[in-house]
Nanobody, 120 residues
Framework: QVQVVESGGGLVQPGGSLRLSCVAS????????MGWYRQAPGKQRELVAD???????KYADSVKGRFTISRDNAKNTVYLQMDSLKPEDTAVYYC??????????????WGQGTQVTVSS
């Protein structure tokens, strides 16, 4: 049906930058909001940022001014530019796509996650 695949994670020093990418593919009719979530060890999954198909964005307070979410609707792709990274940003980052497939069914689809580690 729908596959959601993230890329771009890795190890970076504090103050560094990373750019995550996520593409949704498959039997897609339309992709609505796309977002990034993260889950650190022992913590609940939390919203980092999301963006509507019209470009309206929302950010967690902890990343405002440091992270930027953007998307390419033609490619069903969402990006997360992460600057001024801190050790507390360390987590598995998951992509979410609110998607209607060609049969009409609408649901949230998740990627498998990509690890981001901020450490010196």
């Amino acid at each position: 049906q729908v596959q959601v695949v993230e890329s771009g994670g890795g190890l970076v020093q504090p103050g560094g930058s990373l750019r995550l990418s996520c593409v949704a593919s498959g039997s897609i009719f339309s992709v609505y909001a796309m977002g990034w979530y993260r889950q650190a060890p022992g913590k609940q999954r939390e919203l980092v940022a999301d963006i509507t198909s019209g470009g309206r964005t929302k950010y967690a307070d902890s990343v405002k001014g440091r992270f930027t979410i953007s998307r390419d609707n033609a490619k069903n792709t969402v990006y997360l530019q992460m600057d001024s990274l801190k050790p507390e940003d360390t987590a598995v980052y998951y992509c979410n796509a609110d998607t209607r497939i060609t049969t009409g069914w609408r649901s949230d689809y998740w990627g498998q996650g990509t690890q981001v580690t901020v450490s010196s």
